[in-house]
């Protein structure tokens, strides 16, 4: 009888998803997808999903799955530049935009702050990106810099790994700083890292608590940390280690420059502190309410670590809601 009734479902749609986890070296793109895969788990239910890689040059199977498909979405991160032949962790070519593979972005995010894009890049983002479909962006900046070559078919959702943080959710969140222990994490990447104000950041760290935590999120962060300060406690580079430390028994607040660390903590329950080292964390700050502050603003650093305060991260509700309901429509043509 379940086979009889499945028959007279309507037909299933077939999905591509773009991993933008897979060949990344960065384990914020795991939680990144993680959310990706949550948000989605009611357009995804009962559909036939391919999964193809994002973060390395696409075969001729990836097109070939992807012009199957009646949606192809990417999941989110830093997938949009100015420079897509050099600055742009999206590995496409010519052949994928003569493809027309309609690709539909959800949560997708701009490649630092950047020049306007150059010629080639406004093409290839114009051959690759849905005409008809509505795309979603991380913060305000990528809207603006996809709206000044002509894509105008978008809106401004944020990351989706925040669209999980209402309001209900915050309120729950701590306001008092914990007694004992931090999470932090720098970031170690060439153009990003600080030493100077890195360095000093793990010594106001230390003064307001008895334990500093630091987790890796990439392979080159535990060098970089041990070279700014040897006393710390690292953290086993998994996600599965990081939920482990903030789901435990320690008091514990988080307080460093990788974003997805910090709202990794936020997800669970936990105090946040992001420290703005690029684009991504100051945008989301000003768009959402993310809890951030300044890098070489150490004098409000200190007073955000001892003061009570609320966190109210507000995800645009609205806007999440039309990007999804497209998904219930009819395909367009």
């Not at 989110?76 to 010519?94: C, D, E, H, I, Q």
């Not at 989706?160 to 004992?180: N, V, Y």
Request: glycine share 4%; charged share 25%.
């Amino acid at each position: 009888m379940a086979h009889a009734a499945d028959a007279r479902r309507a037909p299933f749609r077939t999905i591509t998803l773009l991993d933008t986890a897979v060949a990344s070296t960065n384990l914020g793109d795991q939680i990144i997808m993680e959310a990706v895969r949550r948000e989605l788990a009611d357009v995804l239910s009962n559909q036939m999903v391919f999964t193809v890689v994002s973060h390395e040059w696409m075969g001729a199977q990836s097109r070939r799955l992807i012009r199957r498909s009646d949606w192809t979405i990417s999941g989110g991160t830093n997938l949009l530049s100015s420079r897509m032949w050099f600055r742009s962790n999206w590995k496409v070519t010519p052949i994928d935009a003569l493809a027309r593979l309609n690709v539909v972005l959800m949560g997708a995010g701009w490649y630092q702050y950047q020049h306007a894009p150059d010629p080639y890049s406004r093409w290839l983002l114009r051959r690759l990106l849905s005409r008809n479909r509505l795309h979603s962006v991380r913060e305000s900046y990528a809207l603006n810099r996809l709206a000044a070559i002509g894509i105008t078919n978008v809106v401004n959702t944020g990351c989706p790994s925040i669209w999980a943080l209402t309001a209900e959710h915050c309120a729950r969140l701590p306001r008092q700083k914990a007694a004992e222990s931090v999470l932090t994490a720098v970031n170690s990447y060439k153009n990003l890292k600080n030493p100077g104000a890195d360095r000093r950041m793990l010594q106001i760290l230390r003064r307001h608590y008895s334990t500093v935590h630091v987790w890796i999120q990439t392979d080159t962060d535990y060098e970089y940390a041990r070279s700014l300060d040897v006393d710390v406690r690292f953290i086993d580079p998994t996600v599965a280690a990081l939920d482990a430390v903030l789901t435990s028994d320690l008091r514990i607040d988080y307080v460093g420059t990788r974003l997805h660390a910090g709202i990794r903590a936020l997800q669970k329950g936990r105090r946040a502190i992001i420290v703005e080292i690029d684009n991504r964390a100051r945008e989301m700050g000003r768009d959402f309410g993310i809890p951030t502050v300044e890098r070489a603003d150490f004098e409000r650093l200190e007073h955000m670590i001892d003061q009570p305060r609320e966190i109210c991260v507000r995800p645009p509700r609205e806007a999440i809601t039309v990007w999804k309901s497209q998904f219930r429509q009819p395909l367009p043509s």
